[in-house]
């Protein structure tokens, strides 16, 4: 299917509106993503995670450092304390950005 300005159809969260947070992290390495949508961070900070995309970008998660939010690849998070064990499925939005 066509996910237009989506990277997935589905997401997990730990609440019906994704506001609660599911775990948080400590980012293993620097990241700087690729354009606004994502959270840019730098080794040993932390990072909140409130949902988990799943289907086609399994490998993004969505979450803040400080008060920024965005995607980050998963993989660049050692988990460090969950918050919620229940996992919600839940389709994704199609969320505009803006660019500043």
Do not use: Q
């Amino acid at each position: 299917p066509d996910l237009g300005r989506r990277f997935a159809e589905r997401k997990r969260c730990a609440d019906p509106e994704c506001s609660m947070l599911m775990c948080r992290g400590k980012a293993m390495r620097d990241f700087k993503g690729p354009d606004c949508r994502f959270v840019n961070f730098k080794k040993g900070e932390a990072v909140y995670v409130y949902y988990k995309l799943i289907g086609k970008s399994t490998e993004l998660w969505a979450g803040s450092v400080g008060s920024d939010f965005g995607y980050f690849p998963k993989d660049l998070l050692e988990i460090n304390h969950n918050y919620s064990n229940e996992e919600l499925e839940l389709p994704t939005d199609v969320s505009i950005f803006f660019f500043f």
